[in-house]
């Protein structure tokens, strides 16, 4: 797959769970797709050659694992900042507000430093890494709010009064 598209896949991606993120949405620990998204990124990151950069094989997967570990910490982060709630039923909600923007931003201005980096090195980094960091980031965000969820689920059922 070409770069363009890559970037392309990595842009709508983001931009759609970046606009959901602001949405109240249902936690579902039922659900077995929450592991899909990131899975198809992480194929398409790994299945192509051109992950790290063949002239500077150790300072481009030193790179790869410091976006690896931002992404992770902006996954954590990210869950951490979204707001969580129980409607009258005990189903666990979830929205981010501000801090939650602030949590990308800063995620993003990071990786940045780390492209400028990497450039100012002469280190080539492909769309590749940034498609694995997005997993990884997702993976992580979905983790840390399923282990918050489940605190605030009852461990009984409570009939609703009709």
């Known amino acids: 797959m070409s770069a363009l598209l890559n970037i392309l896949v990595i842009v709508i991606v983001v931009a759609m769970v970046f606009i959901r993120q602001f949405q109240a949405r249902r936690v579902t620990a039922d659900s077995k797709k929450w592991w899909l998204i990131p899975a198809v990124l992480t194929i398409m990151a790994l299945r192509e050659p051109g992950l790290l950069d063949p002239a500077h094989h150790a300072s481009s997967a030193l790179l790869l694992a410091g976006e690896l570990v931002i992404a992770l910490a902006s996954g954590a982060a990210w869950a951490w900042t979204s707001r969580m709630w129980t ?5 666990v909600w979830t929205k981010g507000g501000w801090a939650t923007a602030g949590v990308w ?22 769309s590749l890494a940034t498609m694995l960091a997005v997993a990884a980031m997702l993976l ?6 399923m282990w918050r969820a489940q605190s605030l689920r009852p461990t009984y059922r409570v009939p609703v009064a009709g």
């Open 87 to 91: 409607d009258d039923e005990g189903a």
């Open 105 to 126: 931003l800063g995620g993003i201005a990071v990786r940045l430093g780390l492209v400028g980096i990497a450039a100012a090195l002469g280190i080539h980094q492909s």
């Open 140 to 145: 992580t965000r979905t983790g840390v709010t």
